[in-house]
């Protein structure tokens, strides 16, 4: 898609613009998680320059620009399974393999995401009135380790349904409750209706998500990016999955319930060992 647009606007650019296409052409793998400054930076141009540039190429910034090479990838679960086993029979998979993609998939996580926002969302959820979840796919097994973790602190957890049912749930979050969304690779409509309604009934939303560019991101309360790895390749949950555990860690730290709720679970699992031994 970048060739496509370059080749129609090629004629009228200057060389800075010629420069600053090359850039993104050079890094097309990374633009999901490029900002304006570290393009000015990688270029020595000024962010000024870096701002003019997107009109010229039929864009308001590169926000849009993200949104509609996201949109064109075009990728599907058979076109990444295809070529992530590709790349397995080529050059194997080995414990040094997995860890170089964990590394890398992470290194690009922190490239995004605000790690104030892992604080903002273990404080949001020890000031809720209740938490709801909505994990669907892949998501589904953090959902349920999440759930279970909080139990430990006090926490329950009310999952929430797909489909027409979710709107029984949603009549009941109000203000001061806590919803975690799940949203790998596309944004569901049950999604967009809680981030939706969260502006209307005043409860805060915390969205998981491998999307680096979509309008709707700006309605989340607070957004947890990970990386998945590329586009068109198997989409792993390592680094999900290491976010969740940070915030329950953080979370457990700051709870005052935590020690307690560890001495009411001793003392009950010693007084039914007998019926329920481990």
């Given at each position: 898609m970048l060739e496509e647009i370059y080749e129609k606007c090629r004629e009228k650019l200057s060389k800075s613009d010629h420069r600053i296409f090359g850039y993104l052409l050079e890094h097309e793998h990374e633009i999901q998680m490029m900002t304006a400054e570290d393009m000015a930076k990688g270029l020595n141009l000024s962010t000024a320059t870096i701002s003019r540039f997107w009109t010229k190429i039929g864009y308001r910034n590169l926000k849009e620009l993200k949104l509609a090479l996201y949109k064109n990838t075009g990728t599907t679960p058979f076109s990444r399974m295809d070529a992530a086993l590709t790349r397995w029979r080529e050059n194997g998979i080995s414990p040094e393999m997995l860890m170089d993609r964990i590394s890398s998939n992470l290194n690009r996580t922190f490239?995004?995401?605000?790690?104030?926002?892992?604080?903002?969302?273990?404080?949001?959820?020890?000031?809720?009135?209740?938490?709801?979840?909505?994990?669907?796919?892949?998501?589904?097994?953090?959902?349920?380790?999440?759930?279970?973790?909080?139990?430990?602190?006090?926490?329950c957890v009310t999952e929430l349904p797909g489909g027409s049912q979710i709107f029984d749930s949603m009549i009941n979050i109000h203000k001061g409750d806590v919803v975690l969304l799940f949203a790998y690779s596309r944004i569901l409509k049950e999604v967009e209706a809680l981030l939706s309604h969260a502006h209307e009934a005043g409860y805060s939303t915390i969205l998981f998500t491998d999307i680096a560019a979509d309008n709707i991101l700006s309605d989340a309360d607070i957004i947890i990016y990970s990386c998945r790895g590329e586009l068109n390749d198997y989409h792993s949950m390592a680094v999900p999955m290491m976010m969740t555990d940070i915030i329950i860690m953080k979370a457990s730290q700051r709870s005052d319930k935590v020690l307690k709720k560890a001495r009411e679970l001793e003392k009950l699992r010693g007084q039914y060992m007998n019926i329920l031994p481990r």
């Open positions: 490239q995004v995401l605000d790690p104030e926002n892992l604080d903002k969302a273990a404080e949001a959820l020890l000031n809720s009135n209740n938490v709801y979840i909505f994990a669907p796919d892949a998501s589904y097994g953090l959902g349920r380790i999440f759930a279970y973790r909080m139990l430990r602190l006090g926490i």
